[in-house]
């Protein structure tokens, strides 16, 4: 399937220019220097305006590793939920991940990465939405206005992961000069600047539902209204819940996605940008760049299937002997036998290799992410590091989603139970379940939980939930000491947001930590 590939050259980093956003099928983009001339005179050309564009895409794929930390989103957003333990070599590796597991993280074991890269892909949105504006009359209006809607677009999504995991953090839609400050927001602060922009931007009409599978992986007018939808219910923000919920219905009327027939299949390449693809995260095997002492940004796979997976295997299941895994993210029990013997998501999502022998790492329940679990076929093309790019992309919004958020957002608006049971009972039918009768909030967030497991989703349903009447699974009850000895702290509303690095905060005096 062709995709769009956003790659970064290592010595590009400093300018903020990137690959050309050009189709290919697993192709990989050459880059060339500019010519030297100033910048107004060298972004006057679509091609030119395209680089800009792709650098402010690059920072999407940077986060699971840049060179200084592991920071996977998903396992950023697993290891604090109740569905994987850390996993490791023992509970000092990576030392940031099981600290928030266990609700006891600091400055100096936060996720400090995430805010650098983040805040580039800002940066980087910033300059294209400028260098669009210069081109206005210059070059087609239908192109200068989808560059602009595009980068506005990342440029709210980038400051939706910042606000979800630290809630007050600087905010600023012009780049900043001279001292490169901002004014620290709060997360209402936040919330309240974002949402007016990404309503405009749906709005205006720019962006096409669905792009062509020549042109995956730019962001498009769904994956704006899901990005809506996602922050206004993590908000708990009842006034727009009706205008979410007219996205949703939105999305499912167009008839553009629709549930893939096979939950298993979604998850194999030939799954990628499949017609329930939403939105993903593109990673690339062939001709990767990603290497031990080469640029952590620079193009290519992802080293999430080694970060999830069994230490020292020897061969089988479709992964070869020869192949390392690093024990992080092991599947707790309780989340697999959350599944009922034939629900068909349970072999999907969890990969059982209770009967093989490997070489066993911390909290190992020989259980692991089935979802992104590493596969030989999947890192064949690697010219480098094998076990840093694995080409399996990282799904961010789903079809299914769609349906269980606008299932959801009926029950919160008063709307036809009827209907929202309907919804739910498209993604059972998919899962081999037989259907329900009158479902409740509560059977919403289970529903999510078992088609999302591993999806980075669950912790942040469990914190929205302390908003949500009638919802008993939420982070309060959930994410409480467990039995093993390995959780001894409790999730509190003061854990809602994880500590600023301290780096930041000696960087600049004004910023004021999370009470953490």
Not at 276 to 299: H, K, L, P
Not at 334 to 355: F, L, Q
Not at 504 to 510: I, R, T, Y
């Amino acid at each position: 399937m062709n995709k769009i590939y956003h790659f970064l050259s290592a010595g590009f980093v400093c300018c903020g220019i990137a690959a050309s956003l050009t189709s290919c099928s697993k192709d990989f983009l050459e880059v060339k220097n500019p010519t030297g001339e100033p910048l107004e005179e060298y972004y006057t050309t679509r091609e030119t305006l395209e680089e800009a564009l792709t650098s402010a895409y690059a920072p999407l794929h940077w986060p699971d590793w840049d060179g200084t930390a592991y920071n996977d989103l998903t396992v950023d957003g697993e290891i604090m939920g109740d569905d994987f333990w850390v996993g490791g070599s023992d509970n000092t590796d990576n030392q940031h991940w099981h600290r928030l597991f266990n609700f006891e993280a600091d400055g100096n074991n936060t996720l400090a990465t995430l805010w650098g890269d983040f805040y580039s892909g800002i940066k980087r949105c910033n300059d294209a939405i400028k260098y669009a504006g210069w081109n206005e009359g210059k070059l087609p209006d239908n192109f200068i206005k989808g560059m602009d809607a595009q980068a506005r677009l990342l440029r709210v999504y980038y400051y939706n992961i910042l606000w979800h995991y630290y809630g007050n953090v600087p905010f600023y839609l012009e780049n900043l000069t001279m001292p490169y400050t901002a004014p620290q927001l709060t997360a209402d602060e936040i919330y309240g600047k974002l949402m007016p922009e990404l309503e405009d931007i749906i709005a205006a009409g720019v962006l096409p539902m669905r792009w062509s599978n020549a042109e995956a992986g730019r962001v498009s007018q769904a994956f704006a209204m899901m990005l809506y939808a996602e922050m206004v219910m993590y908000q708990n923000d009842s006034a727009r819940y009706p205008q979410a919920l007219a996205y949703m219905k939105q999305i499912i009327a167009d008839g553009s996605y629709k549930l893939n027939p096979s939950f298993d299949d979604l998850w194999d390449e030939s799954g990628e940008w499949c017609e329930e693809s939403i939105f993903e995260i593109n990673y690339n095997d062939d001709q990767a760049q990603r290497d031990w002492g080469a640029a952590a940004i620079n193009a290519g796979g992802t080293v999430f299937p080694t970060l999830c997976s069994p230490n020292s295997w020897k061969g089988g299941d479709g992964w070869d002997t020869g192949n390392d895994g690093w024990g992080f993210l092991p599947m707790r029990l309780e989340a697999y036998n959350m599944y009922a013997d034939n629900d068909k998501r349970r072999n999907a999502t969890c990969w059982d290799v209770r009967g093989y022998t490997y070489t066993e790492r911390y909290q190992d329940t020989h259980i692991w992410h089935g979802k992104y679990r590493p596969q030989s076929k999947n890192n064949q093309d690697c010219p480098t590091s094998k076990n840093l790019n694995y080409n399996n992309n990282k799904r961010i919004y789903r079809y299914a989603e769609t349906l269980l958020n606008a299932a959801e957002l009926l029950l919160q608006t008063g709307g036809s139970v009827a209907e929202a049971t309907g919804y739910v009972n498209e993604v059972r039918a998919r899962a081999g379940l037989a259907a329900l009768n009158g479902v409740t909030i509560d059977d919403i967030l289970t529903e999510r939980h078992l088609e999302f497991c591993g999806e980075g989703k669950r912790y942040f349903d469990l914190v929205r939930a302390e908003g949500i009447s009638g919802a008993t699974q939420k982070a309060s009850t959930v994410l409480v000491p467990d039995t093993y000895g390995y959780r001894t702290n409790s999730w509190t509303p003061s854990k809602k947001y994880i500590p600023l690095a301290q780096s930041e905060l000696d960087a600049d005096p004004s910023l004021k930590p999370n009470n953490y």
